[in-house]
Nanobody, 112 residues
Framework: QVRLVESGGGLVQAGGSLRLSCAASGNIFSISAVGWYRQAPGKQRELVAVITSGGSTNYADSVKGRFTISRDNRKNTVYLQMNSLKSEDTAVYYC??????WGQGTQVTVSS
């Protein structure tokens, strides 16, 4: 059974930073791709960033140069470092593993 738990969300002013964490249970983490998605009110859930088991990364154009995804296989954790936050980054951020398992989400609110 895989369980994903996000943390690190909160309220931050525009231009500020936050680091989200996604902690995974189970024994498939090191061989899994993990992605961060977000969903703003009234909008569809969208992919923000993804990291493969080999460490390759990909980002949505809207966050390139501002967000960094990384993983620590010893801790079964994926991180999303978010810098230069904008009001349009406000959303619930979700962690996903292998396009199959989802966390409960963590709220990020950026005030302008």
């Amino acid at each position: 059974q895989v369980r994903l738990v996000e943390s690190g969300g909160g309220l931050v002013q525009a231009g500020g930073s936050l680091r989200l964490s996604c902690a995974a249970s189970g024994n498939i983490f090191s061989i899994s791709a993990v992605g961060w998605y977000r969903q703003a009110p009234g909008k569809q859930r969208e992919l923000v960033a993804v990291i493969t088991s080999g460490g390759s990364t990909n980002y949505a154009d809207s966050v390139k140069g501002r967000f960094t995804i990384s993983r620590d296989n010893r801790k079964n954790t994926v991180y999303l470092q978010m810098n230069s936050l904008k009001s349009e980054d406000t959303a619930v951020y979700y962690c996903n593993m292998n396009n199959r398992f989802w966390g409960q989400g963590t709220q990020v609110t950026v005030s302008s």
